[in-house]
Nanobody, 124 residues
């Protein structure tokens, strides 16, 4: 069992930055691939970025490539999402998720545990 708690969301102007954190409970954090998803009102939850358990290069959705950076700290049991050059279309609830898959899944169906989400609002 893994419990995930996100933090770091908030209101920021376009062009600004935020850093999201996702703290995981349990001693097996390093065994999980970790992903960040987001869901805007009226839209489906979409994959944003992820990092696999086997240390593959992080993967990013095209919409955030070059602006967002994911990292994980297996000592602190935490995964981060640094978001720069934020745009109004980045506004959404951001969720972190853990997957037991060793490769990096991008589908919500392949993730086993989810956090409660943190709101990110980017004003124009």
């Amino acid at each position: 069992q893994v419990q995930l708690v996100e933090s770091g969301g908030g209101l920021v102007q376009a062009g600004g930055s935020l850093r999201l954190s996702c703290a995981a409970s349990g001693r097996t954090f390093s065994r999980y691939s970790m992903g960040w998803f987001r869901q805007a009102p009226g839209k489906e939850r979409e994959f944003v970025s992820g990092v696999s358990v086997i240390g593959e290069s992080p993967f990013y959705a095209d919409s955030v490539k070059g602006r967002f950076t994911i990292s994980r700290d297996n000592v602190k049991n935490t995964v981060y999402l640094q978001m720069n050059s934020l745009k109004p279309e980045d506004t959404a609830v951001y969720y972190c998720a853990a997957s037991s898959k060793v490769y990096l899944p991008t589908s919500t169906l392949q993730y086993d545990y989810w956090g409660q989400g943190t709101q990110v609002t980017v004003s124009s």
